[in-house]
């Protein structure tokens, strides 16, 4: 898998385009931040302050 993962960078290095568009990665991670932030917050949501 790791080794996968090193030939396809080496590749996408060659032709000088990236192998997935950086906003994707950024949107990816936004969504999954979001998504934790909401699980997070309907946890403690009904839960009384100490």
């Known amino acids: 898998m790791l080794s996968t993962v090193t030939t396809?960078?080496?590749?996408?290095a060659e032709h000088?385009?990236?192998?997935?568009h950086p906003?994707?990665?950024?949107a990816i991670a936004l969504a999954l931040l979001l998504a934790l932030l909401l699980a997070v917050v309907s946890f403690g949501g009904g839960r009384e302050h100490s």
């Open 8 to 12: 396809l960078a080496a590749e996408s």
């Open 16 to 20: 000088g385009d990236p192998l997935v």
């Open 23 to 26: 906003y994707v990665v950024g």
